[in-house]
């Protein structure tokens, strides 16, 4: 039974390019969140989404960043117009419910040039 | 959503040693779950504990809750060079997501 899996797992963008992670999460599960992690800091939330639907995305800056769920596919989170500011490891996670321990893919590290 | 606070930020203990963190929190919980993140990865799950449960064993790991004190410890017992790690705590609340502190770094040397 495969884990979560994010592609790439290493990411290199110049200021003002797009960058597109990709997130699947673990069969059977319908939840996916998206966390931020700077250096030495603990994971930050920055989105909660169930197929096709965003619950929580008060983590996430209002400019810049969006994030989605298809009904089919993996969850994507965009962001647009990188700055070196976005320079993070970004990780996913699944859960088959709301308040259920949720599995982290390996995360995916952005370096803005 | 409210995070919990690991305490100490930094452990460095001999193998066979046990280690022994906190976490203290705020607000009500409906559970507390703790996670590891070695180098480079991703976080793992360890344990999730309900309000109502007072300690709760997984190998070499057991975990308390004291929700009167708003607090929760996690043993390691028998520490091996592999535990090193960064351990979280954080919160379980309906509807929300997990909130994270900086963790507490676990070396452990042999």
């Known amino acids: 039974n495969a884990g979560v899996m994010q592609n790439p797992r290493h990411l290199v963008r110049r200021r003002g390019q797009e960058a597109r992670l990709r997130c699947s999460p673990m069969k059977g599960h319908s939840h996916v969140y998206w966390y931020r992690q700077l250096p030495e800091e603990g994971l930050k939330f920055m989105v909660y989404?169930?197929?096709?639907?965003?619950?929580?995305e008060s983590g996430m800056p209002k400019e810049r960043f969006s994030a989605e769920f298809p009904k089919e596919g993996p969850s994507i989170l965009r962001i647009q117009q990188v700055v070196r500011g976005d320079s993070a490891a970004y990780f996913c996670?699944?859960?088959?419910?709301?308040?259920?321990?949720?599995?982290f893919g390996d995360g995916t590290r952005l370096s803005i040039l | 959503s409210q995070q919990g606070e690991e305490d100490p930020q930094a452990l460095s203990i001999q193998e066979g040693e046990n280690a022994t963190m906190n976490c203290s929190y705020k607000t009500s919980i409906n559970n507390l779950q703790w996670y590891r993140q070695n180098s480079g990865r991703g976080l793992v799950h360890l344990i999730l504990i309900r309000s109502n449960e007072r300690e709760k064993h997984s190998g070499r790991l057991r975990v308390t809750l004291d929700t009167s004190k708003k607090s929760s410890s996690l043993l390691i017992t028998a520490s091996r060079a592999a535990d090193t790690a960064s351990y979280f705590c954080?919160?379980?609340?309906?509807?929300?997501?997990?909130?994270f502190g900086k963790g507490t770094t676990l070396s452990v040397s042999s």
């Open positions: 996670a699944s859960s088959k419910g709301e308040v259920q321990p949720q599995h």
């Open positions: 954080s919160l379980g609340q309906a509807g929300t997501a997990l909130i």
């Open positions: 989404l169930q197929k096709e639907n965003i619950i929580d």
